[in-house]
């Protein structure tokens, strides 16, 4: 089988013109937002650590909690801020839709990294800026799995959500290795070895601003707002087929199918209608609580320790010095991002979600435990750590969790979310689910220093003890996602029984949908032919 084989389960399988080079333009260019996300994550746990930074905010003449509570200060007011985007965006998504929204956090986004830059040793602009770039960020991190689940096909569609998570992947080795440069080649008396890494901000901004100018609106969104003249335009765009094709016909035919049936369920209407048809009817209360499970229990993984203190970990192993640390940690950075594109290109729509999140989650938690009680017995959050053959296995195993957490919670939480809800409600759930994401990486984001400091090496056992946890909770409740439309879910989520069930009895349920329709290869436009001579 080829490894970019496509599985289309959906009831009617997507011709080969779908499959082209729009749907990834696009999806690239709505994961600028995550860029900015990627970025941030990377570069402000180092960039703590150089010396002018630390010289010209007043780190280095702090120290044990005082210092933890600064440092948790400066890293968690973005979390804060990621937090209460989410909630915000929530009404600018459903009356601007997703492209306009998009560019919005651009702008934003620029004006907070302004406001960092020009901060000149107030740390009170520094927490103004982060909670300005949390804003752009959490309201961003909404619309961009939202929008392109929205525009993509059934058999791809964890492959381009994926797209997401590589550019934040990748835009996180921009963050790491910047603060090794400037690190290594800029005075530490200078304002501008901090300046470059703050002032980098702007880039993915600007760019999230510019590519987006040139994107269509979700189809979907047009469609639930009854502008279907444009989304028939835009989704025939997006396909790489006429308007008038049979597929982008049974395509809209299906939104709207689904549409209707909200609408006599009032989703379409107030908030309060749509929050009574997420927390009333069984299978979306599920799908909810599915999601934001599986992004606290990301969050529980550890990462965003490792991601924003990294260099702080590997000194806790007993490899001491900035540069050293930085260094650590840009290669840290180049494994998970390498290994995201790898099986984001190549496995997350042959494998699947639950698979992939099951083996990635015991690889994760064997690094992890390792990890703990290398600096266990080795004492090394006393100082006592000494470069020995544990020490560098201590290493490889946060490398070996980069590369097993890549193909699994890093980016499969985001897909799931992103394509698991209708279309009426899918908005107001990922205000939750994403608010849950933010809210946990607050919680851990916030505490990691603390808990370095006063539980040490527990911190490790903590997060290794989440994942198992994980595997619990996937193995028995989440069913597989992939190959199905969004449209699709709807079956999927409304079979009882365990998770293995629902994705058998739902695959036996549109299997007999597709002989029902008959639409296979060119039966699809002479079927949908005749629909459209009966209409008429």
């Not at 609106?217 to 308007?243: D, M, Q, T």
Request: glycine content about 10%; hydrophobic content about 50%.
């Amino acid at each position: 089988m080829s490894p970019f084989s496509r599985q289309d389960k959906s009831a009617v399988p997507a011709p080969d013109a779908v499959y082209n080079w729009r749907v990834y333009a696009l999806a690239f260019s709505a994961s600028m937002g995550s860029a900015m996300f990627g970025y941030d994550s990377a570069f402000i746990g180092g960039t703590l650590t150089l010396p002018s930074f630390k010289t010209k905010f007043g780190l280095s003449s702090t120290s044990g909690t005082e210092l933890a509570a600064l440092k948790a200060n400066i890293v968690s007011t973005f979390q804060a801020g990621c937090f209460f985007g989410a909630i915000l965006c929530y009404y600018l998504s459903e009356k601007l839709g997703r492209r306009i929204p998009l560019m919005l956090c651009g702008a934003l986004f620029n004006v907070g990294a302004i406001l960092q830059v020009s901060s000149a040793g107030h740390v009170g602009m520094i927490y103004a800026g982060r909670a300005l770039t949390g804003l752009a960020v959490g309201a961003s991190s909404l619309i961009v799995p939202q929008y392109i689940s929205e525009c993509s096909p059934p058999a791809i569609r964890g492959r381009l959500i994926g797209i997401f998570e590589v550019v934040l992947q990748f835009s996180q080795i921009v963050g790491f290795w910047v603060n090794y440069g400037v690190n290594l080649n800029i005075s530490g008396k200078s304002d501008t070895q901090w300046h470059i890494p703050f002032a980098l901000q702007l880039a993915p901004g600007t760019l999230l601003l510019i590519f987006m100018f040139f994107q269509p609106e979700s189809p979907r969104w047009l469609l639930r707002v009854g502008r279907s003249a444009e989304a028939v335009k835009n989704l025939a765009v997006i396909r790489n087929l006429p308007a008038d094709h049979a597929y982008v016909i049974w395509e809209v035919d299906t939104v709207n199918e689904q549409l209707r049936r909200e609408f006599d369920v009032g989703a379409h209407r107030s908030l309060g209608k749509q929050l009574k048809e997420v927390f009333t009817i069984s299978s979306n209360r599920y799908r909810l609580l599915l999601g934001m499970s599986l992004m606290m229990l990301q969050n529980l993984s550890g990462i965003n320790a490792l991601n924003y203190y990294s260099a702080t970990i590997f000194q806790s192993v007993g490899f001491t010095g900035t540069s050293v640390g930085l260094l650590a940690t840009g290669v840290f950075g180049i494994i998970k991002a390498f290994a995201t594109l790898i099986f984001m290109v190549f496995g997350i729509d042959r494998l699947g979600r639950r698979k992939s999140l099951l083996i990635g989650s015991v690889g994760a938690l064997f690094a992890m435990f390792y990890i703990g009680g290398y600096t266990a017995v080795a004492h090394s959050f006393s100082g006592h750590a000494k470069k020995d053959g544990g020490a560098y296995v201590a290493i490889v195993m946060v490398y070996v969790f980069a590369i097993f957490y890549a193909m699994s919670w890093n980016g499969i939480p985001w897909i799931v979310c992103a394509e698991v809800y209708p279309t009426a409600i899918r908005s107001v759930c990922l205000v939750f689910t994403t608010c849950t994401q933010w809210l946990g990486q607050f919680i851990i984001v916030y505490s990691t220093p603390y808990m370095m400091t006063d539980i040490t090496y527990g911190t490790f056992l903590f997060f290794g003890a989440s994942l198992v946890v994980a595997i619990t909770f996937v193995f028995f409740l989440m069913p597989e996602t992939r190959g199905l439309s969004l449209e699709e879910m709807d079956i999927l989520f409304g079979i009882s029984g365990s998770a293995i069930n629902k994705r058998r009895k739902a695959e036996e349920i549109i299997a007999g949908q597709r002989g029902a329709e008959n639409l296979v290869g060119d039966d699809v436009e002479k079927e949908t032919a005749v629909r459209i001579e009966d209409k008429v």
